[in-house]
């Protein structure tokens, strides 16, 4: 296989059979330690949109990615509908894609969830009735940065049931003009009420601001409130594109 080096990034669109929407583009970092070092995860946080696509790039990955492979399905007798997310990396020579998915990326769509503008059911509905092109999509003109909360030991083995607390301390701790979204996975509600860990990536906390430093500071600032024992989170989600445009 060809080593493939440069960015990666997550480019999801909804597909009715013949109108490709392509929603607006994600960076995940999939990666358990700070820097982008250590065993892969599902992924540990991401943000949206990332300035790492452009429209051009954007048209660019429709018309020799998504287009390509909606219409090879279509010949094979299967009309697609739904999401498809393409993985990629942005290599010296283009992008490549890693993989697909006929889902949302996760964490990627918590992000993307918090910025979206419109009518999910309608515009799902209207993914799976053929009649996209009607559909009202647009995203808050705000990055959100979104930063996973796990439980030790991810991506290993973790102990479920250990109580959270400070959810609420988490929601409102946004700073003026920003927001803090709250994403629930691995939890559950124990017998007396207590909302307790349930698996390894347990909580995601989105923060909305006018641009990514913000975004992550205040989605860090909120993680850092959720308390159980042996939670952890990275702190530097978004720190490539950040890095990149200090240093550029
Ligand atoms: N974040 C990667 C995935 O959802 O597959």
Not at 1 to 30: F, M, N, W, Y
Not at 49 to 78: F, K, M, N, Q, Y
Request: proline share 5%; hydrophobic share 40%; charged share 20%.
């Amino acid at each position: 296989e060809e080593r493939l080096d440069g960015q990666e990034l997550s480019v999801i669109a909804l597909v009715d059979g013949r109108t490709i929407t392509v929603l607006d583009p994600c960076q995940d970092h999939k990666q358990v330690g700070e820097g982008d070092v250590g065993a892969n995860t599902g992924g540990m946080g991401a943000y949206c949109p990332t300035p790492l696509a452009d429209e051009e790039l954007l048209r660019s990955v429709s018309r020799d990615v998504l287009v390509p492979t909606v219409d090879a399905l279509r010949r094979d007798g299967i009309t697609f509908r739904g999401v498809l997310y393409a993985g990629l990396m942005l290599t010296p020579s283009g992008p490549k894609v890693l993989e697909f998915n006929t889902r949302f990326g996760d964490p990627e769509t918590q992000p993307l969830m918090a910025r979206l503008q419109g009518d999910l059911v309608d515009i799902l509905w209207r993914t799976a009735a053929g009649t996209l092109d009607g559909a009202d999509i647009g995203f808050a003109p705000r990055v959100a940065c979104a930063v996973v909360v796990f439980a030790c030991g991810y991506p290993g083995a973790v102990t479920n049931g250990l109580p959270i607390d400070c959810l609420a301390k988490a929601q409102a701790s946004a700073a003026q003009g920003e927001e803090v979204v709250i994403f629930h996975a691995g939890t559950r509600r124990s017998d007396d009420g207590q909302v307790v860990t349930h698996g390894g990536r347990v909580i995601t906390v989105v923060g909305l601001a006018a641009d990514l430093a913000a975004a992550q500071g205040g989605a860090n600032r909120a993680a850092a409130c959720i308390r159980f024992p042996g939670a952890f989170f990275r702190k530097d989600i978004g720190h490539r594109v950040m890095r990149d445009r200090v240093s550029g």
